[in-house]
């Protein structure tokens, strides 16, 4: 076991396709939470931050006239799908700037707990308008539910060592956004991430969490041979696993002017 966990902000990369095949979309309720807090009627540009492969991006695009996707991992970037309204930039989200008071929206799915935080803060408060709105939100740690629950604890308890420090101290997104003291209101929000997935898929998904894929990768010569053994213990228990996962952030909006 590792005398301290690796860097988890780097691990996705290694697993970038899959990741882009596995990880789940978010709920439709974040993006009407989202369009519900923004004050004025202009859509015209929306930012996501450590957009990953997309995921959140697709609803952004449904929403706004135009998105830039922000990804840091040149791996991830690669796997990034094809928008007709989406600019991916692959930097990250410190290193990349904005015209003051250009954008509507900016959001950050389950990827501000990497970054410096304070800073992003006032980076997003900076180029937001009047009126927009900052929205880093996050699931949690996956759970397993039904009989395959057992399975899930005893690898769950391989991972533990390889769990970043970050996914502990910075996933309480209220508390660095009302600490900067830059928006007129921080509201929490408050959901559940729930999923139904064939073993293999399941397997994946797990796979491509930071302390899942930093586990096969310092254990497995080829770390797909772990993912391939989970889904293995997972289909052992039946055809659908159930997953679930806290979904949680935090909506704050600038002042109008």
């Known amino acids: 076991m590792p005398s301290s966990a690796p ?36 859509r015209a540009h929306a930012v996501d931050l450590g957009a990953g492969t997309g995921q959140a991006t697709r609803a ?12 840091p991992d040149p791996r991830m970037a690669e796997n990034f799908p094809k ?14 700037d904005f015209v003051p008071g250009s954008i509507d929206a900016v959001i950050a799915a389950t990827s501000f707990h990497w970054m410096e935080q304070s ?14 709105v900052f929205f880093p939100f996050r699931y949690g740690a996956f759970d397993m539910i039904g009989v395959a629950k057992p399975v899930f604890d005893r690898h769950a308890a391989l991972w533990a ?8 101290a910075n996933i309480e997104y209220v508390k660095p956004i009302v600490a900067a003291g830059l928006f007129a209101t921080v509201t929490p929000f408050v959901d559940e991430l729930g999923a139904t997935l064939a073993p293999a898929d399941a397997a994946g998904l797990l796979g491509t969490t930071s302390y899942g894929s930093a586990f096969a ?11 391939k053994e989970l889904a293995d213990d997972l289909r052992a228990c039946g055809e659908e696993t159930e997953l679930q ?13």
């Not at 697993?15 to 009407?32: E, G, H, I």
């Open 7 to 42: 860097d988890g902000s780097q691990a996705f990369g290694g697993f970038a396709a899959l990741y882009a095949r596995c990880r789940p979309l978010y709920p439709q309720s974040v993006f009407d939470a989202l369009e519900a807090a923004l004050r004025g009627g202009r």
């Open 60 to 71: 952004l695009a449904d929403r706004f006239v135009n998105v830039t996707a922000v990804e």
């Open 83 to 96: 928008f007709r309204n989406v600019a991916l930039l692959n930097e990250a989200a410190e290193n990349v």
């Open 119 to 132: 800073e992003v803060c006032m980076k997003a408060h900076r180029w937001l308008r009047p009126g927009g």
């Open 161 to 168: 060592p390889f769990k970043d420090k970050r996914l502990t």
């Open 217 to 227: 990768s310092a254990n497995y010569q080829d770390p797909e041979d772990y993912i």
């Open 245 to 257: 996962a806290p979904l949680r952030g935090a909506i704050a909006v600038k002042a109008l002017d």
